[in-house]
């Protein structure tokens, strides 16, 4: 199993390279970034910082561990321009860019900054018209489509990428999300406990056979909230309170426990955002810790 390190990209930009160069110098198998422009509730003017930029500053910075966003909104840019970002980013790394792909659901960003936003039909529509020219520029080189969404005539992609530059889709929808992670997709994201990634994951499997896709070409990789807990009575008090995301709550011990859980529901890849991991020095030993006392035994 691979473990990657999600970033907040609302903190200051010298804690977001510091962050992103330590999980890599650390062993960190993936470092990954939301695609956001603005916070979904509460103060809009905190700052946050663009994934792309990002994403290239780390590549410059880092070596060996894999990187994306988590995912890019398709409302956010036209396609093959994304690609092309994509791209340049993966040049800059040397291959190591996973290409992470929604189609899009944070409203207030698109109202204020005047993006079309449209219906839920409208957004899937325009994914998937989105992922028939991105796979057909890595792949061919040029694509031409004339979408209802988007058309484009005999577009280049030139340079290639350096890497296999792998699209990411993600989000649990189980008619259309899904059905197009296995048309489509080399891997797969969700938030996601051990039960809903085995669930949703025999469902996706069906898409495949319908499809006739291999579903093992696929990876699977899901997100968790990180409570790393001194005790089990701690642990107790916390799973209590009803944590509204996916969360990994408990000792080392308990942990592990629930690592095999996720092995056994074919997870390839565990996502820790560090949204619950504090700062400072805090921060750093809990993220080492995660590491060295639950993660290591499942190192790929």
Not at 96 to 115: D, I, K, M, P
Not at 246 to 257: D, H, K, N, V, Y
Request: aromatic share 8%.
């Amino acid at each position: 199993m691979r473990f990657g390190f999600w970033v907040g990209n609302g903190h200051e930009w010298g804690e977001i390279l510091r962050r992103g160069v330590r999980a890599a110098e650390t062993g960190w198998d993936g470092l990954w970034v939301a695609d956001h422009f603005m916070p979904f509730t509460g103060d809009d003017d905190k700052p946050i910082h663009e994934a792309w930029a990002v994403l290239a500053a780390w590549a410059q910075a880092t070596e060996g561990v894999r990187l994306g966003p988590l995912v890019c909104g398709n409302t956010y840019r036209n396609p093959a321009v994304l690609l092309k970002q994509a791209v340049t980013t993966d040049h800059i790394s040397n291959g190591r860019v996973v290409l992470g792909l929604g189609s899009g659901w944070q409203e207030n960003e698109h109202v204020a900054y005047g993006l079309e936003f449209g219906t839920f039909t409208d957004r899937f529509e325009r994914l998937e018209e989105a992922l028939q020219v991105i796979t057909t520029l890595r792949d061919e080189g040029r694509a031409s489509l004339d979408g209802a969404h988007y058309s484009f005539v005999d577009a280049p992609l030139s340079p290639g990428p350096v890497g296999p530059l792998p699209i990411l889709l993600g989000g649990g929808g189980e008619k259309k999300t899904l059905r197009m992670v296995a048309q489509y997709a080399d891997e797969w994201n969700v938030w996601s406990d051990p039960g809903i990634m085995a669930q949703k994951s025999a469902v996706l499997d069906a898409h495949c056979e319908r499809l006739g896709r291999d579903p093992k070409a696929i990876q699977r990789s899901s997100v968790a909230l990180l409570f790393l807990c001194d005790t089990e009575d701690e642990a107790s008090e916390l799973w209590a309170k009803g944590i509204e995301r996916p969360s990994l709550i408990g000792t080392p011990a308990q942990l592990q426990e629930q690592m095999a859980a996720y092995v056994d529901a074919g997870v390839d890849e565990v996502i820790i955002p560090d949204f619950t991991l504090g700062s400072g020095a805090r921060h750093d030993e809990l993220v080492d810790r995660f590491l060295a006392e639950v993660a290591a035994p499942f190192r790929n």
